[in-house]
């Protein structure tokens, strides 16, 4: 055995070590992703008011018996769906993490996984609807993913009312990787 070779043997032999120690995709929580979805979906179809301004009532029944006990049934539903989600996403990133991976590479793969998404639909927004109705300066933390940092409604909901979720993941990732 040459000197020449023994690297190549080395880095051939720690390779495929390296590879199989990266964790399996956990499929089985996609149903369970699901349904924390559809918990927040159905508190939200049941809203009497609007959080989002002017807070226009909402009531997508004719019922008004059936809209209130839709609607007292699903009020916790949305805020139970997205704790667990966020904890599910928690856990299905720490299970996913690459051992040894540096926090550079973290954040690059977390930031490409939610900024293309979140600036088209920012883009959207604006185009569609949100360019009218949003106070000049009031977009500028939402295209930054920090717009539920700040607390006047205005800034918050401004843009794209659900992208406040984001904001709370990229907070999560920053504080992810030790």
């Known amino acids: 055995m040459s000197a020449e070779t023994a690297p190549s043997e080395t880095a051939a032999t720690t390779a495929p070590a390296a590879a199989s120690t990266k964790r399996p995709p956990l499929h089985s929580l996609t149903g369970l992703r699901f349904l924390a979805a559809l918990l927040v979906f159905f508190f939200h179809l049941t809203l009497s008011n609007s959080p989002v301004p002017p807070n226009s009532p909402v009531n997508p029944f004719a019922d008004e018996r059936l809209a209130s006990f839709l609607e007292t049934l699903f009020s916790k539903a949305g805020y139970l769906g ?21 926090a550079l590479p973290f954040y690059r793969r977390r930031l490409l996984k939610i900024f293309p998404n979140h600036l088209v639909m920012f883009a959207a927004a604006m185009l569609l609807f949100a360019g009218a109705t949003t106070r000049p300066g009031a977009w500028i933390p939402n295209i930054f993913l920090l717009h539920s940092m700040f607390p006047q409604g205005d800034v918050y909901v401004s843009v794209n009312p659900p992208s406040w979720t984001l904001c709370s993941e990229l907070l999560f990732y920053l504080s992810f990787p030790s």
């Open 82 to 102: 997205v704790s667990f989600f966020f904890v599910l996403s928690g856990f299905v990133i720490t299970w996913s993490a690459t051992p040894g991976e540096g």
